[in-house]
């Protein structure tokens, strides 16, 4: 393979403007798709965010029984056939058991 100086300077630089170009692209994509995050959970009110995400995690059998925000977390108490579990997330997604009442 012969290749000289002047044909590998072309190549690397529209090289570097298609991948430029495409990480533009995906750097805009990535700021639309936040924007439509904060979006969507600002417009959800915070009470059924919260039932609704325990009830992802949890099993659709758990009620929330109340819930209070300390700082970044959040505590709930849900309550499953009689037992009684206190909860705690900092993001709605991962949640961990604290203390269980079991019935």
């Not at 990480?23 to 039932?51: G, H, M, Y």
């Amino acid at each position: 393979m012969s290749i000289n100086r002047r044909s590998f300077l072309k190549a690397t630089g529209s090289m570097s403007v298609l991948l430029l170009g495409g990480t533009i692209a995906a750097r805009a994509a990535a700021t639309a798709f936040e924007l439509q995050a904060e979006q969507v959970t600002s417009s959800v009110d915070p009470v059924l965010a919260v039932e609704k995400s325990i009830k992802a995690h949890f099993g659709a059998g758990f009620r929330v029984l109340s819930q209070t925000r300390k700082g970044d977390q959040i505590l709930a108490e849900i309550e499953h056939l009689g037992n009684r579990y206190g909860v705690v997330s900092s993001n709605l997604l991962n949640w961990q058991i604290l203390s269980s009442t079991i019935e």
